[in-house]
């Protein structure tokens, strides 16, 4: 049988590595998420994209981030963070400060302004997190959460 036109083929259940499965869910998850998102409309009407929301998300919950360290933990190059930046600074959803110590360094802060776009995204992800588990059984949704903790202290550690 093949996949309806537009739709992904996704590896058999069976056939899923352990790092594929987290793999697709993550994608799934963002999806999902990215779909929801680009409903909220910005100033002049247009769609919120993935790496504004993603951008404007992590300078929320980590205030005070370089460009370079956002873009290395959001896996984007510099030249795309930065224009993702100049685009939320322009909507002044984001400031750059100087950093004290080195005024070469700019720092990440969300603004005022930014804080209903946010709230609303906390809503989406809350809702997101929600819908993923909501198949399974809260004692099931512990367990997973629990074995996948361990999963990432494990992989955290130096190897």
Do not use: C, N
């Not at 309806?4 to 594929?20: K, N």
């Not at 929801?36 to 993935?50: C, N």
């Not at 919950?61 to 956002?70: N, R, S």
């Not at 809260?138 to 202290?153: G, R, S």
């Amino acid at each position: 049988m093949t996949a309806p036109v537009g739709a992904e083929a996704l590896p058999d259940a069976g056939q899923r590595s352990f790092a594929t499965q987290v793999s697709l869910i993550a994608r799934l998850l963002r999806k999902r998420f990215d779909e929801r998102a680009r409903a909220m409309a910005l100033a002049e009407g247009e769609a919120l994209t993935q790496a504004q929301w993603r951008a404007l998300a992590s300078i929320y919950l980590h205030p005070g981030w370089t460009q370079k360290e956002m873009a290395e933990k959001l896996e984007i190059g510099p030249v795309a963070i930065g224009q993702t930046l100049d685009r939320l600074e322009a909507l002044q959803w984001v400031e750059r400060r100087a950093d004290p110590g080195d005024r070469r360094v700019k720092r990440l802060y969300a603004t005022e302004a930014a804080q209903p776009v946010v709230a609303r995204l906390g809503l989406l992800a809350d809702r997101e997190d929600h819908y993923a588990g909501i198949s399974l059984a809260p004692e099931k949704m512990q367990m997973l959460t629990t074995l996948l903790d361990e999963v990432i202290d494990s992989l955290s550690k130096p190897a």
